[in-house]
Nanobody
């Protein structure tokens, strides 16, 4: 069992940066791949980025490549999403998830409650 709590969301201007953190608990945290998804109003939840269990591999959605960076620290049980050059279309509720190293919602077993990111024009 893994519990996940996100933090770091807020309001930022276009072109700005924001850092999201996901704090995990549970002895099996380090055995899971971790990912960030996002969901904008009226849209389906979509994949943003994933990191393998040991941090050795990462994957990104095309929309965020080169702007977002995912990383993890298993000793501290934290996953971080660094978001740079933010655009209004990045506005969404961002969710942290634990599961298999895939890019689909169905592959993740545990979810946080979400943190809202709003990028103003």
């Amino acid at each position: 069992q893994v519990q996940l709590v996100e933090s770091g969301g807020g309001l930022v201007q276009r072109g700005g940066s924001l850092t999201l953190a996901c704090e995990g608990s549970g002895r099996t945290f380090s055995s899971y791949a971790m990912a960030w998804f996002r969901q904008a109003p009226g849209k389906e939840r979509e994949f943003v980025a994933a990191v393998s269990w040991n941090g050795g591999s990462t994957d990104y959605a095309d929309a965020v490549k080169g702007r977002f960076t995912i990383s993890r620290d298993n000793a501290r049980k934290i996953v971080v999403l660094q978001m740079n050059s933010l655009k209004p279309e990045d506005s969404a509720v961002y969710y942290c998830a634990a599961g298999d190293y895939k890019d689909s919602v169905e592959e993740y077993d545990y979810w946080g409650q979400g943190t809202k990111v709003t990028v103003s024009t």
